[in-house]
């Protein structure tokens, strides 16, 4: 990897390690290797610190292995960032965090008195993290954070209502919480205001890039051992694509390293949608070039492709177009070259 950031061997042999494992070996020692993960790195650069480029690599790597192990550990990075950006700079504990920022659920939060009331969705790893940073409205309507200590009694976990077969490992549940004791965190609308909620989205995009770059190793892979010239035309066509999107992610991250006040929402939202078509061009042609044989007989090939459809469906599709539209005609912009 080119980067900055110092990545042990043990931790690339941990990786590879706990994606040889049985999906019933991976159900039980992803929360453990989620721990030994954010031990052995560590805390990575914040975005837009000069070094946002190499976070990004260090999100693919994770999800070429696992994509629930991916989301898990970008969630609790995420988390740590949001702390920071928010004046929390003192936070040094060895616990796991996530945010929890999904809305809608039939009771949504309500915080009065330090003390949370309601249900909040689409929790992902609930069993087994420490701390969450929870999104809520309040009373006017306006966007607000707390942090949760989730060894509270007060707190009820539903696995049940997960339905999706892709993205099982992030044991996402709905939680219940009912007197629970929280911190407010930041003032109102700082969580959406500040600059870093579009770099941390930059980075759920990396986690999808690096699931579609390990499934074009399988492709690439076999186009060595057992090539023919549509297998090769399916590569070419998805090297293409893939080149263009990575093109872009640098730029990306230039941008966000020179200029880290602003949110560079426009371009993030763009290369989320860029990412989003190339990783759907890659399932689509590395299914049709491989054929059945490594859905049926290749675990992490077959994992990623159940995993990858629901994990990019955090895309907002056309509602990203719009508002990049909008953007595009408050500001001026040239495409010429």
């Not at 019933?24 to 989620?34: F, Q």
Request: hydrophobic share 40%; proline share 4%.
């Amino acid at each position: 990897m080119n980067s900055k950031i110092s990545i042990k061997n043990s931790t690339f042999d941990l990786l590879n390690n706990f994606e040889n494992k049985s999906a019933e070996e991976k159900a039980r020692h992803r929360p453990l290797v989620l721990k030994q993960l954010v031990h052995a790195i560590g805390r990575l650069p914040e975005p837009a610190s000069g070094q946002t480029y190499q976070r990004w690599q260090v999100f693919a790597r994770i999800a070429g292995a696992d994509l629930s192990l991916a989301k898990l550990f970008e969630s609790h990075c995420d988390a740590l960032s949001i702390l920071h950006e928010l004046g929390y700079t003192t936070l040094n504990d060895n616990q796991i965090w996530a945010v929890w920022a999904a809305e809608g659920g039939p009771a949504p939060l309500q915080i009065e008195n330090n003390r949370c009331y309601g249900i909040k969705p689409w929790c992902s790893g609930a069993e087994f993290i420490q701390k969450a940073l929870v999104s809520f409205k309040d009373k006017q309507g306006q966007a607000q954070l707390c942090m949760v200590d989730l060894n509270q009694p007060s707190i009820t976990i539903d696995l049940e209502q997960w339905q999706a077969a892709g993205m099982q490992g992030t044991r996402t549940a709905r939680v219940t919480f009912e007197d629970t004791a929280i911190e407010l965190i930041g003032e109102r609308n700082a969580y959406l205001a500040r600059p870093g909620f579009w770099h941390g989205a930059a980075g759920v995009a990396a986690c999808w890039y690096g699931a579609a770059v390990r499934l074009m190793e399988e492709l690439q892979h076999s186009c060595l051992v057992a090539p023919n010239s549509f297998k090769k035309m399916y590569l070419g066509e998805l090297a293409r694509q893939l080149a263009v999107t990575r093109e872009y992610f640098q730029y990306t991250a230039r941008r966000i390293d020179a200029q880290p006040e602003l949110s560079h929402e426009r371009e993030i939202r763009i290369l989320r949608a860029q990412t989003e078509q190339c990783c759907l061009a890659v399932m689509e042609g590395v299914g049709k070039a491989l054929g059945a044989r490594p859905f049926c007989e290749q675990a992490t090939f077959a994992q990623l492709m159940a995993d990858l459809p629901v994990f990019i469906r955090q895309s907002h599709a056309a509602f990203d177009d719009e508002q990049i539209a909008e953007q595009c005609l408050q500001e001026q912009v040239a495409w010429v070259l």
